[in-house]
Every structure is written in C-alpha cells, then in structure tokens.
C-alpha cells in the first residue's frame, strides 16, 4: 500500500541521487529534416542495492513502469558496482513527477519544466516539440550547472510559460503572449545528463 511517507522518501532520493535527463531529438536517417521529439526520463542511479530496491517497489505502488534494474560499472575510477533504475515512457515519467513534485526540493525546478513539457506531449502519440520546447528544455543544462536554481535570464522565461514559476501577485495570463519570439539566448552547451554506462 503506497503512503505519503514514501513518495517523500523517494523523492529525497531522487533530490539527491536521481537524474531527470533529457535526450535531444536526432534526425531520422530518411528524413533528415524531421526530428523526433525530445525524450525525458528519470534515473535513479546508486550503489546501495537494497536502496534501489525500495525504490523500485515503490514505484510499483505507485503504477509506474520501469525498465529493469541494472547492474553498472562506471569507469575506470569505480571501486563499486551500482544499481541503475531508470523511467522513460513518457506517461510513466509524468505520472511520477506529479507525484514527487511536492516533496521536491533540488530539483524542483527540473520538476516542474519536465511536467510542463510532457504535460503537453503525453495529450498526443507523436507530439511535435516546438521552439519554446527547445528553449525551455534546453535551460536544464543551465539549472543544473547552477546547483538545481534557476539564473535570473533563465528564470524570466519559466516565470512567462510555467504556472508555477510565475511570481506571486502578477496578473493572470501577463506576460504569456508572444513569448516564442522573445529574444531570450541560454548557453549552447549540451543539456547535462547522466553519465553514459556499461553493462557487466
């Protein structure tokens, strides 16, 4: 039975040991000037075998699917194996986000961006992410660079498109309209994800 007690447990897991990663879309070989959509997905990633564990069967409380439990190597430097855990159907990831959302703290920014976003591509099979997608997606890197906060020109355009992000007391519906043609440029460094892992 899945208590509240345990979605705050997860979610200070996630806070500290968890990754919410994004996959840029690539070109389709046929078709290069098609993309696919960008891909979200939630990592759990951590040495601690029985720590894994409970959270995965928490996540089974909770109805979300994920791909099996790995066993991973991490580079030369590693002195031990850790345990992979990773969501990634779209559905499941929001599902899950809106349930940890709440008890987030680090990473509560990426949260609610990941929730926004897929919010609006899970409404759909095959969503099209537009430029303000890419614009508001692309400023994870930028947030997590930045310790899990948001800088001030990063902020101002989650304040225009995220709910959650807009500033106590702004009239509702200020500032939505016309925010695809903001002049607004974030850093063209690749978004930060989880480092890439072997199988053993």
Same mark, same amino acid.
């Given at each position: 039975?899945?208590?509240?007690?345990?979605?705050?447990?997860?979610?200070?897991?996630?806070?500290?040991?968890?990754?919410?990663?994004?996959?840029?879309?690539?070109?389709?070989?046929?078709?290069?000037?098609?993309?696919? %959509?960008?891909? @979200?997905?939630?990592?759990?990633?951590?040495?601690?075998?029985?720590? $894994?564990?409970?959270?995965? &069967?928490?996540? !089974?409380?909770?109805?979300?699917?994920?791909?099996?439990?790995?066993?991973?190597?991490?580079?030369?430097?590693?002195?031990?194996?850790?345990?992979?855990?990773?969501?990634?159907?779209?559905?499941?990831?929001?599902?899950?986000?809106?349930?940890?959302?709440?008890?987030?703290?680090?990473?509560?920014?990426?949260?609610?961006?990941?929730?926004?976003?897929?919010?609006? %591509?899970?409404? @759909?099979?095959?969503?099209?992410?537009?430029?303000?997608?890419?614009? $508001?997606?692309?400023?994870? &890197?930028?947030? !997590?660079?930045?310790?899990?906060?948001?800088?001030?020109?990063?902020?101002?355009?989650?304040?225009?498109?995220?709910?959650?992000?807009?500033?106590?007391?702004?009239?509702?519906?200020?500032?939505?309209?016309?925010?695809?043609?903001?002049?607004?440029?974030?850093?063209?460094?690749?978004?930060?994800?989880?480092?890439?892992?072997?199988?053993?």
């Amino acid at each position: 039975m899945l208590k509240d007690v345990d979605i705050a447990w997860l979610a200070g897991i996630i806070d500290g040991e968890g990754c919410f990663s994004i996959k840029r879309p690539i070109p389709k070989r046929k078709t290069p000037h098609r993309k696919t %959509s960008y891909q @979200v997905w939630i990592v759990l990633c951590n040495t601690s075998e029985s720590m $894994v564990r409970r959270a995965e &069967s928490i996540l !089974k409380d909770m109805g979300v699917e994920h791909q099996p439990i790995r066993k991973v190597w991490k580079g030369q430097r590693a002195t031990r194996w850790q345990f992979w855990l990773h969501v990634a159907k779209k559905h499941d990831v929001l599902r899950m986000t809106e349930m940890l959302l709440p008890y987030l703290t680090a990473k509560k920014t990426e949260a609610e961006i990941v929730k926004w976003y897929l919010s609006k %591509s899970c409404r @759909v099979a095959q969503y099209r992410t537009t430029e303000l997608d890419a614009l $508001v997606l692309d400023s994870m &890197s930028v947030i !997590k660079r930045n310790g899990g906060e948001a800088p001030a020109e990063v902020l101002s355009v989650l304040r225009e498109v995220i709910p959650s992000q807009a500033s106590p007391g702004l009239p509702k519906g200020e500032g939505l309209e016309g925010v695809e043609t903001r002049p607004v440029r974030l850093n063209d460094n690749p978004v930060q994800e989880c480092p890439t892992s072997s199988v053993h």
